[in-house]
């Protein structure tokens, strides 16, 4: 495992980069009038599209406003910052309830929701457990007597809200948001763009898309990647003009010991990385029930999970560890393979 001062550094880098990196890019296409902007934010990279339909400079100020809101929801639901809300709850964790803002705790019913929808696949208290899993140089696996002192640290009913005060029943808990904040983000950056008179846009934060209306005048081509080829190689595309697509992979962070794949999406209820499915992804109206529901079926596997999809009215889509494809009907009609890439069903 990582040394300390080496995971302290880490720590400190992550927590710079959601503070500090402004780095970013933006363009205009004249001849086809988008705005394209890019920057680093919530650990990630974020691209926002707008058609600025004549009006590109209040389509640029649209794009400034949308990124606040990110930077805004960040401050609020990151436990990453030492000073977020979330930190506060996970530093009293086994005392008293701390008061958190109505916005966090609307998010964390609904996160309690999907735990139950999903019998505890989705579980934001994994946190507690996620210490133990560092996808760092120095990873090795975590002994069996870790995993399980850590998986008693992990139950999302032990998460009490009552109003407006939060409190995790045990010293250890920890909550992470990881799994639906983003998606939230991404819903909340596309209600401002469209308030502001901008009906056709895309907001992707690191695979969370949600897109409305066209570009020019085409639906948005939305690529799915390919988990076992290289970046950028996709099983194929989705045509959208409404609502959102999130995919969620064991090849986004992983590292490979003797011919195994240790990946990043744990099973909240065995303490270890799910096993059988190796991407998973999901349409849905907004990009906070795609989120949310992609990793619940991931860690579910086919049968469970798509079901659970089936339940929530949403359209999935499965890649099992033998490479096979499992679609719900819905995603099935939607979905264009890329040559080549069609496997069985």
Same mark, same amino acid.
């Given at each position: 495992m990582a040394k300390p001062w080496r995971r302290a550094l880490l720590a400190l880098a992550a927590v710079g980069l959601l503070l500090a990196v402004r780095l970013y890019t933006s363009k205009q296409d004249n001849a086809r009038g988008l705005i394209h902007v890019q920057r680093s934010l919530m650990g990630t990279v974020?691209?926002?599209?707008?058609?600025?339909?004549?009006?590109?400079?209040?389509?640029?100020?649209?794009?400034e406003a949308a990124y606040r809101e990110l930077e805004r929801i960040d401050g609020l639901m990151s436990e990453w910052?030492?000073?977020?809300?979330v930190s506060a709850i996970n530093q009293a964790a086994g005392g008293a309830a701390v008061e958190a803002p109505e916005e966090l705790c609307a998010i964390l019913r609904r996160s309690v929701d999907y735990g139950e929808k999903s019998a505890g696949a989705f579980d934001i208290t994994w946190r507690g457990m996620g210490r133990i899993w560092r996808y760092d140089e120095d990873f090795v696996p975590p002994s069996d007597q870790a995993i399980e002192k850590a998986r008693a640290n992990v139950n999302y009913r032990d998460l009490e809200i009552t109003g407006n005060l939060v409190r995790l029943k045990r010293a250890g808990m920890s909550i992470g948001l990881g799994g639906?904040?983003?998606?939230? &983000?991404?819903?909340? %950056?596309?209600?401002? !763009?469209? $308030?502001?008179?901008?009906?056709?846009?895309?907001?992707?934060g690191g695979g969370d898309?949600?897109?409305?209306?066209?570009?020019n005048g085409t639906p948005w081509q939305l690529g799915i990647q390919d988990p076992r080829a290289e970046r950028g190689s996709l099983l194929g595309r989705v045509a959208m003009t409404g609502g959102a697509l999130v995919t969620s992979g064991d090849y986004e962070r992983f590292r490979m010991v003797d011919g195994v794949r240790y990946h990043h999406i744990i099973n909240p209820r065995t303490g270890r990385p799910a096993r059988g499915t190796t991407s998973v992804s999901v349409m849905a109206p907004s990009a906070e029930q795609?989120? &949310?529901?992609?990793? %619940?079926?991931?860690? !579910?596997? $086919?049968?469970?999970g798509l079901a659970l999809a089936e339940a929530e009215n949403v359209d999935a889509m499965l890649i099992d560890e033998q490479g096979n494809t499992h679609r719900?009907?819905?995603?099935?009609?939607?979905?264009?393979?890329?040559?080549g890439k069609e496997r069985s069903q």
């Open positions: 974020w691209n926002i599209d707008v058609m600025e339909e004549g009006r590109p400079e209040a389509a640029r100020q649209a794009v910052k030492p000073d977020s809300p639906i904040a983003k998606g939230y &983000a991404v819903d909340r %950056a596309l209600g401002i !763009l469209n $308030r502001a008179g901008f009906a056709n846009a895309l907001v992707d898309i949600r897109v409305s209306g066209t570009k795609a989120d &949310a529901l992609a990793t %619940a079926i991931f860690v !579910l596997g $086919r049968e469970k719900t009907d819905g995603f099935a009609r939607r979905f264009e393979a890329a040559p």
